[in-house]
């Protein structure tokens, strides 16, 4: 495995599942750059980890597990299956205690060994609908339309 994908699977394995933030100001470039920044966030390092702080107040035993890894030049793509157990309030919606499982699909520009650039694509909706905050789309209304 490259240097590239062990610092990229720290990012998940660590700063997020295990809440160790100080591993970003090791894997990631002084300019790295979110282009996927919730609105109002900072896009930098910063960012992040409000972004890790905000999804470990709401899901305490926040876990990421890694299906798939393709790199290629200096892109990395990860292919991860999130889980966790909401404990916390987040996305407006006060605690239920449901265990939630979700995916997600991040894409690293490299700076040789560190992160440079993100970019991710995640399955929100489905966050949304295990804690109550959504209704799933009903099939049939859905086909009608």
């Not at 390092?45 to 030049?73: C, H, S």
């Not at 894409?107 to 929100?124: K, P, Q, T, V």
Request: glycine share 8%.
């Amino acid at each position: 495995m490259s240097k590239g994908k062990e610092n990229l699977r720290r990012i998940v394995m660590e700063a997020f599942s295990e809440g160790k933030l100080e591993v970003l100001d090791e894997v990631l470039t002084p300019d790295f750059v979110n282009q996927s920044a919730p609105p109002g966030l900072d896009r930098g390092i910063d960012g992040v980890k409000q972004v890790i702080r905000m999804e470990r107040a709401g899901f305490p035993d926040l876990t990421y597990e890694v299906l798939r890894e393709v790199e290629e030049g200096d892109l990395i793509a990860q292919h991860c299956q999130v889980s966790g157990t909401h404990l916390g309030p987040i996305f407006g919606v006060d605690p239920t205690g449901r265990k939630v499982v979700w995916k997600e699909v991040h894409i690293a520009r490299m700076d040789g060994d560190l992160c440079a650039e993100h970019w991710a694509c995640n399955d929100m909706h489905a966050v949304w609908v295990q804690i109550g905050r959504s209704q799933p789309p009903v099939v049939a209304e859905v086909a009608a339309s």
